[in-house]
């Protein structure tokens, strides 16, 4: 899929939205070279609690590196 968008879509950065929990999630973006670029404090509202939403990106030329 990252091959697709970088190459095909000719996108020069693909970002990830996800919440401060989803630590597997999190573990396989990492390890794809993703990197966390900032969050969005308190943005989701679920079961009654504001959550952070974490979003981390990945730039063509770290994954072609």
Known sequence: LLERLFKKQDMRKVYVHCLPYENEYKKVL????????????????????????????????????
């Open 30 to 65: 990492t390890n794809l070279l993703f990197k966390k670029e900032g969050s969005y404090r308190e943005h989701i509202f679920i079961n009654n609690k504001y959550y952070d939403q974490e979003i981390l990106g990945l730039a063509r030329t770290e994954y072609y590196k």
